[in-house]
């Protein structure tokens, strides 16, 4: 993860839009998306892959990012080590696109990801997005509660954690990937608790559109109380596992990229002090917070485990 200078995202405080006119024109979307979905296709599904409801238990402190800063500043290593992969990674093809799922499942199986999506509930959510490199983003996710995924994949009792791949080399051939001293492919990993917990999330969407290449489409996670580079993109593969995943970072350099990564204000990473973050879009900066914010739903998942698991 580069130190970056040149800020595209930099836009004045005033072209953000205010959450309240972003709600309440998300709300007028929902409804008129529920008009016409019922009324075009006569059912439940079809209202809640047009246009999610908001889920109204996840608000913000902070005013929505403008969706251009947030679906041009990205970290994507498989397109490159530059924050401007978008006109690489839109080329990503996103169909099709199979999701694996095995391990220490009932019955291990692939399947199209639009299948998956049918037999998920979609909704949207609004969550902070707290990366390493101390920037910071408040977005609206479409998509579902990763609970709901392993519920569907019926994980054996076995099962500790579940370990989330982007494509690698055998897939899809992204620009960057030819950097042979990267570990690829990207993985990450949760403890099930943590995977099970309500707040961790596999978005499909952002900003009521569906996700676009940059941002990891067409499936990817979303976990608001660690730093970003938890949160893989581009996922075609979920294994469930009784050893902790070797991560993409952490293979890479584990002293500053560990397994748990729960943001923490008190910690700093050797390159970048974890006490503040700037806001893309306004360019603010602010306190950052335990957990980014959401210790009172979080903090129970590392109870005797605070030392390991605020660390890195
Ligand atoms: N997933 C893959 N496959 N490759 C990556 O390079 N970068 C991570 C994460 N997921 C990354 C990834 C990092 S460091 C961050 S901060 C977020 O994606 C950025 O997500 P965004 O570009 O949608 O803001």
């Excluded at 940059?214 to 294994?239: C, D, E, H, M």
């Amino acid at each position: 993860m580069l130190i970056r200078t040149k800020r595209d995202w930099e836009l004045p405080e005033s072209a953000a839009t205010p959450e309240s006119v972003y709600l309440n024109r998300r709300a007028l979307m929902t409804v008129a998306g529920g008009i016409a979905g019922g009324l075009a296709l006569g059912g439940r599904r079809a209202l809640a892959a047009d246009a999610p409801a908001p889920n109204p238990a996840y608000t913000l402190d902070r005013a929505v990012t403008p969706e251009a800063a947030a679906t041009s500043y990205n970290n994507f290593y498989e397109f490159g080590t530059s924050k401007d992969v978008v006109s690489a990674a839109q080329k990503m093809p996103l169909r099709p696109w199979t999701v694996r799922i095995d391990g220490l499942v009932e019955k291990p199986m692939t399947l199209g990801v639009d299948d998956l999506l049918k037999a998920m509930p979609v909704e949207e959510r609004l969550y902070r997005h707290r990366c390493v490199e101390a920037w910071a983003m408040a977005v609206p996710w479409m998509g579902f509660p990763l609970a709901k995924l392993v519920a569907f994949a019926k994980p054996l009792s076995s099962a500790t954690y579940v370990e989330l791949q982007t494509f690698g080399r055998d897939v899809y051939a992204a620009p960057g990937l030819r950097q042979p001293f990267y570990p690829w492919p990207y993985v990450e990993g949760l403890t099930m608790a943590e995977a099970t917990s309500d707040l961790a999330f596999l978005s499909t969407g952002l900003y009521g559109k569906p996700l676009q290449g940059q941002n990891g489409a067409p499936l990817r996670l979303t976990l608001p109380w660690k730093y970003g580079f938890k949160s893989v993109k581009s996922v075609v593969r979920i294994s469930f596992t009784d050893k902790r995943p070797k991560t993409f970072w952490a293979l890479l350099n584990a002293d500053e990229y560990g397994f748990w990564a729960n943001v923490n204000p008190a910690v700093p990473h050797p390159r970048w002090s974890q006490a503040r973050e700037r806001l893309l879009g306004s360019n603010e900066s602010v306190p950052t917070q335990i957990y980014n914010g959401y210790g009172a739903q979080v903090a129970g998942l590392y109870k005797g485990l605070e030392k390991e698991a605020l660390f890195m």
